[in-house]
């Protein structure tokens, strides 16, 4: 009997770890603050870096976000509130951007493409809360499709949120004849 109790407890002990291990992501309300680390989570494309006069040092090989994470850093912030300013009140007034969600290959497909739905909706909620239109926003997750890493740097450049310019949503005025 007791050894049977044993082996529960510990069949137990070891499910209720993998269950701690496959929690689901959760994005952070974007606006709290967190300790500065040196890294951006956010790959803003050529164009609006031009367009916007945004002058990031090495944002290509900045570090992007942590495994299994969601949560915008600091470096991250100082970016996207350019972005929206100039989407906002600048040279891209009125123009729609593109959010996609990127992860490193390490995890399941359906979670990865979850994870970079996470990562895309940080993103877009932030930049709403600065004052973009929610609706001029498309976002969407790529998961894993595009990675390229094949170990912990690489993974590292995979694990992010591409911003770039997206063409306009077509009017869609119907005109009606009586």
Request: proline share 4%.
């Amino acid at each position: 009997m007791r050894r049977s109790a044993a082996l529960f407890l510990a069949a137990s002990a070891v499910s209720l770890a993998l269950v701690g291990c496959a929690k689901k992501p959760v994005a952070k309300d974007p606006t709290e603050t967190t300790s500065a680390r040196a890294r951006s989570n956010v790959s803003v494309s050529e164009d609006i870096m031009k367009a916007c006069q945004i002058h990031v040092d090495n944002v290509d090989r900045a570090p992007k976000f942590d495994y299994d994470d969601a949560d915008l850093q600091p470096e991250d912030r100082d970016v996207l509130e350019q972005v929206a300013r100039c989407v906002t009140t600048g040279p891209l007034k009125g123009r729609h951007l593109s959010l996609v969600g990127r992860c490193d290959p390490r995890g399941e497909v359906e979670y990865n493409m979850s994870l970079g739905e996470y990562r895309a909706e940080s993103v877009h909620d932030y930049l709403a809360k600065l004052g973009v239109d929610p609706a001029a926003m498309a976002k969407t997750s790529r998961g894993e499709l595009d990675a390229e890493g094949k170990d912990e740097d690489g993974w590292r450049r995979d694990r992010r949120v591409d911003v770039s310019l997206a063409p306009a949503k077509a009017k869609t005025d119907i005109a009606r004849r009586d």
